[in-house]
């Protein structure tokens, strides 16, 4: 995997992109702007065309009053508005007259990062794009982080050390011929993990084949499972595979099994003892190399012992177990997660958004979350498409108001708390790499190390 680069500043330079028709200042701010190369615009035409020729750039330093307008600022904003839709993550700085404050504050509201009034001071100006320096590099991590996370199993994104576990049983249990059951919430990502344990094992090059147990009518479920023969109900015009069949030398992922009727049960169980069954209606014998996984969200345990689930077949299904602990106690993998449906949504909707407000983020990781990841994607997909300003804000997401689970008093508690979620959130933007996390956390090597060994224990 490769690695991301962590600068603690823009020493090296940046590309900027200068859009100011006067040629005074254009050489005053080249000058001013060292290290960074600045490349010059005069107009809003000439910025376009330098910005699509260069690929784009990461800062931009924008004059508001640009030819024919300089005493306004239409040529200005408009240049902002194109430049944003062709690539949100810019870093626009607009420069505004004293007089023109207003718009300045206009341009901010469409998306320019920050403004600095004329007449300039060189101070400002480096303290300013020095910083969108660094916050662009900084986004570029985490994006790429998130975009990369996880290569080996790229459905599963996370950064806690609960989910750290539950990728290694994966990838042990991946290649391993055993029954796997997994447990949890509804909308934890069972499936994800299903999906995960197929990616990693020698059936890879098969089907995965996934059916929920709960969403097909008892008659009908049979049939979906194990296929019928012409003829053999009202409404069987051909001979109809089932899933075990077309997951042959795969896998079938049974979903919510804890919902799959008693007499379905004892022909499941029969299939797993034997590897062969009959198509409804049918008299040959089907003989099939499937791994079976399921899931669910209940206590089978309880289920067998009130008769509701076969005790053999739980402990066929059962070799091995992974619990998916919900998202409420997954410590950082709300917002994680969050910044990747965003990206996902933002792209697939193509509405060019910013990114997460800091009220989004703070509401993401004090929320509750009773639906898990499910609840959170759609929270997300929801406020992406609906999003009237340039981010997605917590009103956005209806967790403005959402009940908040009181934080507790305990100092010792909490710091441990924000200490392990700050660890977790560094390791995950630097990708495992010791010393840039620890350049992000502001501490030596050998103080991230003994926290990190203390977060494992």
Request: aromatic share 6%.
């Amino acid at each position: 995997m490769s690695e991301v680069a962590i600068s603690e500043s823009p020493a090296e330079g940046e590309q900027i992109l200068l859009v100011e028709d006067d040629p005074g200042l254009q050489r005053q701010m080249k000058w001013a702007l060292a290290p960074h190369t600045a490349t010059v615009a005069g107009t809003r035409a000439e910025a376009l065309k330098q910005f699509k020729s260069n690929g784009g750039f990461d800062i931009i330093l924008l004059d508001l009053g640009l030819p024919p307008d300089q005493d306004g600022a239409s040529e200005g904003l408009k240049t902002l508005e194109e430049i944003l839709a062709a690539s949100p993550t810019t870093k626009v700085i607009v420069v505004s007259g004293n007089a023109d404050r207003a718009n300045a504050v206009k341009a901010v509201g469409k998306g320019a990062f920050d403004f600095i009034q004329k007449p300039i001071d060189i101070d400002v100006l480096k303290l300013v794009v020095d910083r969108a320096a660094r916050m662009h590099t900084l986004e570029e991590e985490n994006r790429s982080l998130r975009e990369t996370a996880n290569l080996s199993l790229p459905g599963l994104i996370y950064g806690s050390p609960q989910m750290s576990k539950v990728k290694r049983m994966i990838e042990r249990l991946g290649p391993a011929e055993v029954s796997v059951l997994i447990t949890g919430e509804s909308g934890t990502g069972k499936e994800v993990v299903a999906r995960g344990l197929h990616d990693v094992s020698n059936r890879r090059s098969g089907k995965f084949i996934a059916i929920n147990c709960a969403s097909i009518p008892e008659n009908l479920l049979e049939s979906e499972l194990f296929g019928h023969e012409r003829g053999a109900f009202t409404g069987a015009v051909k001979q109809t595979p089932g899933k075990f069949e077309i997951a042959d030398n795969g896998t079938l992922f049974l979903d919510e099994i804890g919902d799959m009727p008693m007499p379905l049960q004892a022909k499941l169980l029969r299939f797993l003892q034997e590897r062969q069954f009959e198509r409804i209606g049918g008299r040959t014998t089907i003989s099939v190399n499937v791994r079976v996984i399921s899931a669910t969200n209940k206590h089978l345990e309880n289920y067998v012992a009130e008769s509701k689930f076969r005790e053999d077949l739980y402990y066929r299904l059962n070799e091995v177990r992974i619990e998916l602990p919900p998202l409420r106690e997954r410590e950082s993998d709300a917002v994680i997660l969050a910044h990747h449906f965003f990206n996902i949504y933002n792209r697939t909707n193509r509405r060019n958004l910013r990114g997460l407000s800091d009220d989004a983020v703070a509401a993401i990781g004090a929320y509750h979350w009773p639906g898990n990841v499910r609840e959170l994607e759609n929270r997300l997909k929801r406020a992406v498409v609906m999003s009237e300003g340039p981010m997605v804000t917590a009103a956005d997401l209806d967790l403005a108001q959402a009940e908040i689970e009181p934080r507790s008093l305990n100092l010792k508690l909490e710091t441990e708390k924000l200490e392990r979620a700050l660890l977790n959130e560094a390791l995950a933007v630097s990708q495992g790499n010791i010393s840039k996390a620890a350049k992000l956390l502001g501490i030596s090597r050998p103080h991230l190390y003994n926290l990190k060994r203390l977060r494992e224990v």
